[in-house]
């Protein structure tokens, strides 16, 4: 059985972000295969700033997304509607709205909600973090 | 193909979920994909018609309503028991259920989302 998991809370004003990584880190380590993709929208997109800055004494919750991601293989989708309203931007989107900067981290691909329809087509369920 | 319930909890002025769960329905209903709509708690107040906000109150969301139907997204839901008694001023594209009707219909979609 394949997962996708839509993440739609903020990582600041929930623990949306968190209690996915934990549910992640758990399925993939009985089943390396069991996550297909993940998909932030809404206020959950603000994961994929690379310029964030936790006190070190903190968890980084970017870096450990980023961490898992490239360990299994996992696409990590941030809807592009949303990220772009909030100032995550790739450098193509950067180029697009003439700006001089960029802020998606490494990892992350901005992409439309059809790629979120796309994976609820092909995967058995979606589990949705709010 | 899955059938999708998208469900609106949240007041269409105090974020940005209420614009962002419709935004999804009309996606899945431009991908032909089944979706129906229910409303609930502060989502109702998009149902009102004497709405006017200002720019930095948030985009009207009322009016997308009638568009619905044009795509395709013909059934939303709402709890009858919820309906203020004065419906003179409140949207009528609506299906009002009662109570065991409206805790039935979340087994009818194989998925549903929360805004």
């Known amino acids: 059985m394949q997962y996708t998991l839509l993440i739609t809370g903020s990582p600041y004003q929930s623990k949306a972000c968190h209690t996915a990584l934990r549910f992640m880190k758990a399925a993939l380590k009985k089943y390396p295969d069991c996550i297909k993709g993940v998909f932030f929208y809404e206020d959950a997109v603000l994961i994929g700033n690379k310029l964030n800055q936790p006190p070190r004494d903190e968890m980084h919750l970017t870096k450990a997304w980023q961490n898992i991601a490239k360990k299994y293989d996992i696409s990590l989708y941030l809807c592009i509607a949303a990220a772009v309203r909030r100032g995550i931007i790739s450098e193509g989107e950067s180029r697009r709205y003439e700006l001089n900067q960029h802020s998606l981290a490494e990892q992350f691909q901005l992409e439309g909600l059809g790629t979120l329809v796309e994976l609820m087509n092909t995967t058995n369920k979606i589990i949705q973090f709010r | ?115």
């Open chain 2, 1 to 115: 193909m899955k059938n999708t319930l998208i469900h609106l909890n949240s007041s269409p002025y105090s974020s940005l979920s209420c614009k962002e769960g419709l935004d999804l329905a009309l996606v899945l209903a431009t991908f032909e994909q089944a979706v129906d709509l229910c409303l609930s708690g502060a989502a109702l107040s998009i149902l009102g018609t004497n709405q006017s906000p200002e720019v930095e109150q948030g985009r009207n969301l009322h009016k997308l309503l009638e568009g619905l139907e044009f795509y395709d997204i013909e059934n939303i839901f709402i709890q009858e028991s919820h309906l203020n008694s004065n419906t003179e001023h409140i949207w009528q594209g609506t299906q009002a259920l009662n109570e065991t009707e409206w805790n039935q219909m979340f087994s009818n979609y194989q998925q549903v989302f929360r805004f």
